[in-house]
């Protein structure tokens, strides 16, 4: 199972650009990179995920590098309400695939 | 939005009580799993399941057990609730295929007096 590193906290500012990278050097070749986003009292909820180059839906974008070692999240113009801690998993579904969550990175909005 | 149901949403016991926290899925995901979460830390596999009469423990030890009799059914039990169980305990599935997409349930914050 590839292991990722993320940042533990970041600090942002409505309207700025937020990028959150996430380390996977041992992602092995089938694995997908999934993101994920939790508030305080609620189930993680997913973002985004993507397999290799550049992945974009109405909420984020997902880089990711020709070697896989690494993803950065990018979340545009963020508000007040994308205060929250963000997740980086790496596998591929089926057989014995267990979704593991570490520490997350948790993203402060300031007005 | 998921299909993922967990009741009740809010659950405050006396220690000692046996207790059944709930989850159910309608998107006939074959694997569910259970995590355990205090406020500000990361979630903690507590159990598993790959479909119908499979259970696994995770990697958090939890003197909790669960069941799997149907598909879309993947209850938590404590018999004996302690102080030591108060925690967020949060329901998901995953499909099959290639999408590793997890689907979480609202929670059940569980607080033990």
């Known amino acids: 199972l590839a292991k990722t590193t993320q940042p533990i906290s970041m600090d942002s500012y409505e309207g700025q650009e937020v990028n959150i990278t996430c380390s996977h050097n041992?992602?092995?070749?089938?694995?997908?990179i999934t993101w994920y986003q939790q508030f305080p009292s609620q189930g993680p909820r997913f973002i985004i995920q993507?397999?290799?180059t550049k992945v974009t839906n109405e909420v984020a974008s997902l880089f990711i590098p020709a070697d896989r070692k690494s993803s950065t999240l990018s979340l545009p113009r963020v508000s007040l309400s994308d205060t929250a801690v963000y997740y980086c998993?790496?596998?591929?579904?089926?057989?014995?695939?267990?979704?593991?969550f570490g520490r997350g990175t948790s993203l402060i909005v300031h007005p | 939005e998921a299909d993922i149901y967990q009741t009740p949403r809010y659950l405050v016991i006396g220690t000692g009580k046996k207790i059944t926290l709930e989850c159910s899925q309608t998107?006939?995901?074959?694997?569910m799993y259970w995590y355990q979460q205090d406020p500000g830390m990361e979630l903690h596999l507590i159990h598993y399941?790959?479909?119908?009469?499979?259970?696994e423990k995770g990697d958090l030890s939890s003197e909790s057990t669960v069941s799997r009799i149907r598909t879309e059914h993947f209850p938590l039990t404590l018999e004996s609730a302690r102080p030591s169980h108060t925690s967020q305990y949060l329901c998901?599935?995953?499909?099959?295929?290639?999408?590793?997409?997890?689907?979480f349930g609202q929670g059940t914050r569980l607080t033990v007096v």
């Open positions: 041992n992602i092995a070749t089938n694995d997908y």
């Open positions: 998993l790496v596998g591929v579904s089926g057989g014995s695939y267990i979704p593991t």
């Open positions: 993507g397999y290799k």
């Open positions: 998901a599935s995953t499909p099959r295929g290639l999408n590793t997409e997890a689907f």
């Open positions: 998107m006939g995901h074959d694997k």
């Open positions: 399941s790959y479909g119908v009469n499979s259970t």
